[in-house]
């Protein structure tokens, strides 16, 4: 569902981060998720369809493996998991 033109900025704002590998890529990439329930890598904003989960529509539309979601509120943790699918990339 996308937001009608009189949202405000705060509906824009995030409450949660998805911290995943990019399909074929090899990069870390992470999508935000908006508390009006949109998807955003920084350039495009997905709006999940009714029943869809954010975790779910991140591994499918912006081609995350291994996707975790977190809270906007533990960006540390986030981090930490970043680091660890690093590892792994590398063979450490």
């Known amino acids: 569902m ?5 949202s405000t900025s705060l509906e824009r704002e995030y409450r949660a981060v998805i911290v995943g590998l990019r399909q074929g890529s090899g990069y870390i990439e992470r999508v ?4 009006d329930g ?3 890598d ?4 997905h709006y999940p369809l009714p029943g869809s989960s ?3 529509d991140a591994a499918l539309v912006f081609s995350l493996s291994d996707p975790r979601e977190f809270s906007i509120f ?5 981090d930490a998991y970043a ?3 690093r ?3 590398s063979g450490r």
């Open 2 to 6: 996308a937001p009608d033109q009189g």
């Open 32 to 35: 935000w998720v908006q508390n």
């Open 38 to 40: 949109g998807l955003s």
């Open 42 to 45: 920084g350039g495009r904003v």
């Open 54 to 56: 954010a975790l779910g």
């Open 74 to 78: 533990d960006l540390t943790q986030a």
């Open 83 to 85: 680091a660890e699918l």
């Open 87 to 89: 590892r792994d990339l």
